[in-house]
């Protein structure tokens, strides 16, 4: 027993110790939270920039689960406990307010934040902000256009409504129809409600996140869920679909049109080639003729953890994770957008395997963002819980919305 | 003869020092592991604690009590997690009986017949789950399209009934194994005896088998309605508890991992642990006159 208590000792001591910094034994090991990027794109950048560090860190890459919630909880349960692996978190770009109001990430200092974030798209750099100080560096944006079948659809539809018409046309000539759209209780339902009220001229909160707005582009936003629900044009296992599912059907052929991230190009040209030749792409269809869409923004950033040893090799390695090359192959290999500005335009970059670039930049500038509030993963889930399944989606749903809302952002009551 | 009893005395409690003393470490490691945590659950079920807001914390008493017990989300997952168990278990209950006796009838392959009734036990339950989930599938699953829904998993009545058939299927084995040895309890003479006297097929089951089966079927049925009770992983898997089809530990797991509200998430886990606790006392209480190691009044 004396001697197990000793061993003990000794191994923690021996730990803090080389904490202390790593000087002159051996480069510093850092750890990356990050999910598993199917194309591999993330972990090539971990090496890349292990080995150009010139022996200062080396980045470890543990893998989380695909799924941001199930990312959000691994990442949770360690940082409560105050685990000091966590070097560089992976951070969905809703989460920065939480993490930030729960003293779980680092905020950048000014200067630092500058030179990080220098040249980034300004809407991408604010979804890693929270209350005028950077607590994560942009590594990839997102955003759904809305993708369509050249050889069925000519003319890609302006608004939700002529998308629905098509469907509607396509189904009576017997050609495939559906539209193809998150719909399952999940995260991806709560963007597709925020997308919905954001190009209708509204918010779901106000901008400091203190007060429920919805209103009438809520209205509008549930009708339209109601009437691609009551169309030929919703996939009969619509209610169940996440976006890897909509990528799926689209690839069998299934689908005219899909709303869905630009992940599904590189993905349609390694599993059917022939379809991917035909696939075009357009701004997401707006609810107010006339006026742009308001695709809402995603993306991931990271951070630092606030209990992390290593804070300047850290920030040092973020740097080089989120740099323009890294930022390229991710884009190209793994369909992620990236958040250096001038990208967008540089032919280089578009020719390599980026044709949609104008349109995703025109759709990042028209984004829509989801609720800022620390409690934003309640509130997600009271939007999805009430309005799902969408064929049950109502007008009168929307009171009862309200409520929800109002208690989540106050952490009252329980959530579904 | 009086020093004789006294020294017996005064050795008979040397020895229950001796067995408390052995005793203790295994008593004090159990409370450790055990006692903390639910201790730490109920201290924690008096406080506003939201790891989002930790500088929000304070003592409110029952309040999140009262926010659970008001709400129609507890009241709507215990009603499902009620319906799962209850129809669950009486179905394994018939399927299992009719089990064991099958197979404490089989003459040849015995040991054959009870090794491939096992085998949904040993496959681990979100493997199963999984298995159930891609089955129910639309347009890929082998099952999807038998009840003309669509997507069965995304309605409250067919997902439940999906969880309650993944569940049946699951366990309806372990119940058969319980209750296989309860038969070995009843003796072949008395059977032969029944028939002897005229009894039917129906009467020696309902006379004869069951009551002297009756601890074993207590214990059966103990085991399978807690289990039942404490469903998680099943339908963490098949719905997620989506459209309503969420039981209690699945909305004490959100409330805790997702909304990361640990002061209602703490009340929640307390209230199940109260209303297992009360179920198990049910049980015992209705049916402890049977109970294995009881008085047995027969």
């Given at each position: 027993m004396g001697a197990l208590v000793l061993a003990a000792v000794l191994a923690l001591g021996?730990?803090?110790?080389?904490?202390?910094?790593?000087?002159?034994?051996?480069?510093?090991?850092?750890?990356?939270y990050v999910y598993n990027e199917s194309s591999g794109s993330f972990a090539k950048a971990a090496a890349d920039c292990s080995a150009a560090s010139n022996g200062r860190y080396t980045i470890g890459v543990n893998m989380l689960p695909n799924d941001s919630d199930g990312q959000r909880q691994q990442l949770v349960r360690r940082l409560?406990?105050?685990d000091s692996s966590m070097d560089i978190l992976t951070l969905d770009v809703t989460w920065t307010a939480e993490f930030a109001e729960a003293g779980w990430t680092v905020p950048f200092p000014a200067a630092?934040?500058?030179?990080?974030?220098?040249?980034?798209?300004?809407?991408?750099?604010?979804?890693?902000?929270?209350?005028?100080?950077?607590?994560?560096?942009?590594?990839?944006?997102?955003?759904?256009?809305?993708?369509?079948?050249?050889?069925?659809?000519?003319?890609?539809?302006?608004?939700?409504?002529?998308?629905?018409?098509?469907?509607?046309?396509?189904a009576e000539q017997g050609k495939p129809h559906y539209v193809e759209v998150q719909g399952a209780q999940y995260e991806g339902y709560t963007v597709l409600f925020n997308s919905l009220v954001a190009s209708a001229g509204g918010q779901i909160l106000n901008e400091d996140g203190s007060q429920v707005v919805l209103g009438a582009p809520a209205r509008k936003a549930v009708e339209a869920i109601r009437a691609l629900a009551h169309s030929p044009a919703a996939d009969p296992s619509w209610s169940n679909q996440r976006e890897d599912d909509n990528r799926l059907a689209f690839e069998t052929g299934s689908a005219a049109f899909q709303l869905n991230y630009p992940f599904i190009y590189p993905s349609a040209r390694q599993n059917n080639p022939k379809l991917a030749?035909?696939?075009?792409?357009?701004?997401?269809?707006?609810?107010?003729?006339?006026?742009?869409?308001?695709?809402?923004?995603?993306?991931?950033?990271?951070?630092?953890?606030?209990?992390?040893?290593?804070?300047?090799?850290?920030?040092t390695a973020i740097e080089c994770l989120t740099s323009r090359d890294n930022q390229i192959r991710d884009a190209i290999d793994g369909g992620l957008p990236p958040t250096i500005e001038d990208l967008?335009?540089?032919?280089?970059?578009?020719?390599?395997?980026?044709?949609?670039?104008?349109?995703?930049?025109?759709?990042?500038?028209?984004?829509?963002?989801?609720?800022?509030?620390?409690?934003?993963?309640?509130?997600?889930?009271?939007?999805?819980?009430?309005?799902?399944?969408?064929?049950?989606?109502?007008?009168g749903r929307l009171t009862e919305l309200r409520g929800a809302i109002a208690d989540a952002i106050e952490s009252k009551g329980l959530v579904p | 003869m009086t020093a004789n009893r006294a020294e017996l005395s005064a050795r008979a409690r040397a020895e229950r020092r001796l067995g408390w003393a052995l005793c203790a470490p295994a008593v004090i490691v159990i409370l450790a592991v055990t006692g903390y945590p639910v201790g730490y659950a109920v201290y924690l079920s008096l406080h506003r604690y939201d790891l989002r807001f930790p500088a929000d914390s304070e003592f409110v008493g029952l309040a999140n009590y009262a926010t659970v017990l008001t709400s129609s989300l507890w009241w709507q997952a215990l009603a499902v997690t009620v319906i799962i168990a209850v129809i669950s278990v009486t179905i394994q209950f018939v399927l299992g009986l009719t089990l064991a006796l099958a197979m404490h009838r089989a003459l040849i392959g015995r040991g054959l017949i009870r090794t491939v009734i096992l085998i949904p036990?040993?496959?681990?339950?979100?493997?199963?789950?999984?298995?159930?989930?891609?089955a129910w599938t639309p347009d890929t699953?082998?099952?999807?399209?038998?009840?003309?829904?669509?997507?069965?998993?995304?309605?409250?009545v067919h997902g439940i009934a999906v969880i309650i058939?993944?569940?049946?299927w699951k366990t309806t084995p372990f119940m058969a194994l319980l209750l296989l040895a309860g038969l070995a309890l009843v003796p072949e003479d008395l059977l032969r005896a029944a028939k002897v006297d005229g009894a039917t097929a129906w009467q020696r089951l309902t006379r004869v088998i069951l009551p002297l089966m009756k601890p074993a079927i207590l214990v059966a049925l103990l085991f399978r309605v807690l289990d039942a009770f404490r469903i998680f992983d099943s339908i963490y898997v098949l719905t997620a508890g989506a459209y309503d089809t969420r039981s209690v530990s699945i909305l004490g797991y959100d409330n805790l991992f997702t909304a990361l509200n640990l002061g209602v998430g703490s009340s929640l886990s307390v209230l199940i642990f109260l209303v297992v606790a009360l179920v198990a006392f049910v049980f015992v209480k209705g049916f402890g006159a049977a109970a294995p190691g009881g008085e047995g009044h027969r």
């Amino acid at each position: 027993m004396g001697a197990l208590v000793l061993a003990a000792v000794l191994a923690l001591g021996a730990c803090g110790g080389s904490g202390g910094g790593g000087g002159g034994r051996g480069p510093v090991r850092l750890t990356w939270y990050v999910y598993n990027e199917s194309s591999g794109s993330f972990a090539k950048a971990a090496a890349d920039c292990s080995a150009a560090s010139n022996g200062r860190y080396t980045i470890g890459v543990n893998m989380l689960p695909n799924d941001s919630d199930g990312q959000r909880q691994q990442l949770v349960r360690r940082l409560a406990a105050e685990d000091s692996s966590m070097d560089i978190l992976t951070l969905d770009v809703t989460w920065t307010a939480e993490f930030a109001e729960a003293g779980w990430t680092v905020p950048f200092p000014a200067a630092e934040a500058r030179r990080l974030t220098d040249g980034m798209l300004p809407a991408a750099v604010r979804t890693g902000t929270w209350e005028n100080q950077l607590h994560a560096v942009p590594l990839n944006t997102n955003v759904q256009l809305l993708w369509y079948r050249k050889d069925l659809v000519p003319r890609p539809p302006r608004t939700w409504d002529e998308m629905l018409a098509d469907a509607r046309r396509l189904a009576e000539q017997g050609k495939p129809h559906y539209v193809e759209v998150q719909g399952a209780q999940y995260e991806g339902y709560t963007v597709l409600f925020n997308s919905l009220v954001a190009s209708a001229g509204g918010q779901i909160l106000n901008e400091d996140g203190s007060q429920v707005v919805l209103g009438a582009p809520a209205r509008k936003a549930v009708e339209a869920i109601r009437a691609l629900a009551h169309s030929p044009a919703a996939d009969p296992s619509w209610s169940n679909q996440r976006e890897d599912d909509n990528r799926l059907a689209f690839e069998t052929g299934s689908a005219a049109f899909q709303l869905n991230y630009p992940f599904i190009y590189p993905s349609a040209r390694q599993n059917n080639p022939k379809l991917a030749e035909r696939i075009g792409w357009a701004q997401w269809p707006t609810l107010v003729p006339g006026q742009p869409s308001h695709s809402t923004i995603g993306g991931y950033n990271l951070a630092i953890g606030a209990h992390s040893r290593h804070r300047a090799e850290a920030a040092t390695a973020i740097e080089c994770l989120t740099s323009r090359d890294n930022q390229i192959r991710d884009a190209i290999d793994g369909g992620l957008p990236p958040t250096i500005e001038d990208l967008y335009t540089d032919q280089e970059f578009i020719d390599g395997g980026y044709p949609f670039a104008s349109a995703i930049y025109t759709a990042l500038r028209n984004a829509g963002v989801r609720p800022r509030t620390p409690a934003y993963q309640s509130v997600s889930l009271q939007i999805a819980h009430t309005l799902s399944p969408p064929s049950s989606a109502s007008l009168g749903r929307l009171t009862e919305l309200r409520g929800a809302i109002a208690d989540a952002i106050e952490s009252k009551g329980l959530v579904p | 003869m009086t020093a004789n009893r006294a020294e017996l005395s005064a050795r008979a409690r040397a020895e229950r020092r001796l067995g408390w003393a052995l005793c203790a470490p295994a008593v004090i490691v159990i409370l450790a592991v055990t006692g903390y945590p639910v201790g730490y659950a109920v201290y924690l079920s008096l406080h506003r604690y939201d790891l989002r807001f930790p500088a929000d914390s304070e003592f409110v008493g029952l309040a999140n009590y009262a926010t659970v017990l008001t709400s129609s989300l507890w009241w709507q997952a215990l009603a499902v997690t009620v319906i799962i168990a209850v129809i669950s278990v009486t179905i394994q209950f018939v399927l299992g009986l009719t089990l064991a006796l099958a197979m404490h009838r089989a003459l040849i392959g015995r040991g054959l017949i009870r090794t491939v009734i096992l085998i949904p036990y040993g496959i681990v339950t979100v493997v199963a789950a999984f298995g159930w989930r891609y089955a129910w599938t639309p347009d890929t699953g082998y099952l999807s399209g038998l009840f003309g829904d669509a997507a069965p998993l995304t309605s409250q009545v067919h997902g439940i009934a999906v969880i309650i058939l993944a569940e049946v299927w699951k366990t309806t084995p372990f119940m058969a194994l319980l209750l296989l040895a309860g038969l070995a309890l009843v003796p072949e003479d008395l059977l032969r005896a029944a028939k002897v006297d005229g009894a039917t097929a129906w009467q020696r089951l309902t006379r004869v088998i069951l009551p002297l089966m009756k601890p074993a079927i207590l214990v059966a049925l103990l085991f399978r309605v807690l289990d039942a009770f404490r469903i998680f992983d099943s339908i963490y898997v098949l719905t997620a508890g989506a459209y309503d089809t969420r039981s209690v530990s699945i909305l004490g797991y959100d409330n805790l991992f997702t909304a990361l509200n640990l002061g209602v998430g703490s009340s929640l886990s307390v209230l199940i642990f109260l209303v297992v606790a009360l179920v198990a006392f049910v049980f015992v209480k209705g049916f402890g006159a049977a109970a294995p190691g009881g008085e047995g009044h027969r």
